[in-house]
């Protein structure tokens, strides 16, 4: 249906002391946990690779051992979407429009539409990171899981039990990160937490564990230990747009949460010929992905 004059009838008569219903936006927050990079392919694949195992204790005069089992693993895919919106107005409407400068026929918030549906595209791989997605492919496993496959056993970048938000939670996430994640062939792997990433309805208990000098909810005169190691050297994140209130996640070190830009947010406008209607659209393509899972540590309690 066009915009017409029925749809803005306020505006057709003077005296109108003003228009409501533009708004701030959320600043970009999928750039804060998100590498960015550019494509010129439908889809991207990421090919996981296996190098050599450790090494094997040699005898003396028996020959050295050797490991030919490297190779390619697992591929993870990424296929971009295209996101479009337009609507049309009729002549009539824009010609009998008195408030132009506060209700612009050309621009009716394309842009903040764009950019939250971003948001929302990119918070849905933490939202969904218990669902295995086959789209995606890569090790059979879902983002997080407690049972990555390697060769001859797994890895977790999830505790057995989800885990309610808290100190103690931190720090059982920050060991399995650490002494937990391994590469293809089972060798420790440098693995560090870097950064917390919390639903809105955990910021409190969050700057409740966070910001203390020592540590939090106690009477006792300990060290606040996550500061004093120097755990989550890039803090937390608060996000918007994760539907559960309950579950949370831990930026590693490791590389893996990837954005693509394929085509670049883009507007245009013209008028049809046969209504004189103006048409306003816009279009993108991208993709949110991943492509190593140790890039990450979550949990998903329900409660």
């Known amino acids: 249906m066009t915009i017409n004059l029925t749809q803005i009838k306020q505006e057709l008569f003077p005296g109108l002391r003003g228009i409501e219903g533009k708004y701030d936006m959320i600043p970009a927050q999928w750039k804060k946990y998100y590498e960015i990079g550019t494509s010129e392919m439908a889809i991207e694949r990421t090919s996981e690779m296996a190098f050599v195992g450790l090494a094997v204790i040699k005898s003396e005069g028996q020959p050295t051992s050797f490991d030919n089992a490297a190779g390619d693993r697992f591929v993870y895919n990424q296929e971009h979407v295209e996101v479009g919106l337009g609507y049309a107005i009729t002549r009539k409407a824009i010609a009998d429009n008195l408030y132009k400068s506060q209700f612009q026929p050309s621009n009716l918030g394309l842009m903040e539409s764009f950019d939250q549906t971003k948001e929302i595209l990119a918070a849905n791989l933490l939202n969904t990171a218990g669902t295995y997605n086959p789209s995606i492919g890569g090790d059979g496993m879902s983002l997080v899981n407690t049972a990555h496959p390697v060769d001859n056993g797994t890895y977790a970048n999830r505790p057995t039990t989800d885990l309610d938000f808290n100190e103690a939670a931190l720090e059982a996430a920050n060991i399995q990160i650490r002494t937990g994640f391994v590469d293809q062939r089972g060798l420790k792997i440098f693995a560090r937490a870097r950064k917390v990433l919390v639903p809105a309805q955990l910021e409190y208990v969050m700057a409740r564990v966070w910001h203390t000098e020592l540590r939090p909810g106690t009477t006792n005169n300990d060290a606040h230990a996550i500061h004093a190691t ?19 996640f831990v930026l590693t070190n490791r590389k893996g949460l990837l954005y693509l830009q394929r085509e670049a947010f883009e507007t245009d406008m013209q008028i049809d010929w046969y209504t004189d209607n103006l048409l306003c659209k816009a279009y993108e393509r991208y993709s949110f992905g991943y492509y190593n899972p140790r890039c990450i540590w979550g949990t998903l309690p329900t409660a």
């Open 230 to 248: 120097g755990s989550f050297s890039e803090g937390y994140e608060i996000l918007d747009f994760l539907t559960s209130p309950f579950a949370w």
